[in-house]
């Protein structure tokens, strides 16, 4: 599967040779191509697809490039891409580490500063989480970007791992069944929203970033606060896959097999207009109303 070293992408300049790394790019790579055939995500049409790539230096953000890279060099992703990092004006930030690492890697990008660290400290209380609001100026300034850019989709880096997270904090704090999707459209209806590493694990993500020696940029502003609620789910399920490996991943099948028959909920089934099988039979000739059998 892999090239020689002349004939290689520089985001692949210096990857480890060993049989153990190759395994670890060959799973991420199988399971990004996936998820961007499963849901759709190149448009078809008359016009290539022009992505923006948000990057914010992080493990996940790294990896998610170098796949897509990965695809397109390839020939199997058939869309333009353009790397974006919105400094967000956090103190400390090292604001001359991507461009330079997106130079190196000869990859096209844009780098937005935009101190939206100023705005969330401002308006957000003393004791409360950053992060809603911190995402939704950091959301909306990557659509802003992306339309003056000519794109068509925002593409974000979050993995099974974020989406399992997200959908545990939406059924204890939300009072919902609801995660992040894979795909789909903003509130104004002219962007389509990616997350092509929905089926891979966050440890891969942090494997392959490392292996490959990304330079790595924390987040500080969320990291500062402790007792986060994304931090007590992930420890709930660092537990459960501690307990019985493999866990997640079969918690993650389960978000893509859901039965809306055997849910609560009557905006996606008829529960009122469910009928007997028999009775279903006699007015109408067939069972189409008949119980579903519980499993």
């Known amino acids: 599967m892999f090239d020689e070293t002349d004939d290689i992408h520089p985001l692949f300049n210096g990857a480890p040779s060993s049989t153990e790394f190759k395994k670890l790019r060959k799973r991420i790579v199988r399971a990004t191509r996936e998820a961007i ?4 995500m190149v448009e078809q049409g008359a016009e290539r697809p022009k992505w923006l790539v948000c990057l914010s230096g992080g493990k996940d953000s790294y990896t998610l490039l170098a796949v897509l890279y990965e695809l397109k060099w390839r020939g199997l992703l058939p869309v333009d891409l353009l790397a974006c990092n919105l400094d967000q004006g956090q103190p400390g930030f090292p604001a001359t580490v991507l461009p330079e690492f997106l130079d190196k890697m000869q990859v096209p990008h844009r780098i937005e500063y935009q101190d ?21 100026l950091r959301r909306g300034n990557l659509y802003r970007i992306a339309r003056e850019e000519g794109c068509s989709a925002v593409v974000l880096g979050h993995h099974r791992d974020d989406i399992l997270e997200t ?29 092509p590493l929905a089926h891979v694990a966050e440890e891969d993500c942090g ?29 709930i399920l660092d537990q459960w896959e501690s307990n019985a490996p493999g866990r997640r991943q079969v918690m993650f099948r389960a978000l893509m097999n859901i039965r809306p028959s055997h849910m609560l909920d009557p905006k996606l089934f008829d529960f009122a207009g469910l009928t007997r099988a028999a009775t279903a039979h006699a007015e109408d000739g067939n069972d189409n109303g008949k119980i579903p059998v519980l499993r």
Do not use: W
């Not at 939300?174 to 962007?191: C, F, I, Q, S, Y």
């Open 167 to 195: 959908f545990f904090m939406n059924l204890f704090h939300g009072g919902r069944l609801a995660t992040m999707p894979p795909k789909l459209v903003n509130e104004e209806g002219d962007l389509f929203v990616y997350r």
């Open 116 to 136: 939206t660290y100023s705005v969330v400290m401002d308006k957000v209380p003393a004791g409360r989480t950053y992060c809603a609001l911190c995402s939704r």
């Open 37 to 40: 055939e499963q849901y759709g």
């Open 207 to 235: 494997k392959f970033a490392r292996a490959m020696n990304y330079p790595i940029i924390p987040c500080d502003l969320c990291g500062s606060q402790d007792g986060l609620q994304r931090q007590q789910v992930k420890a």
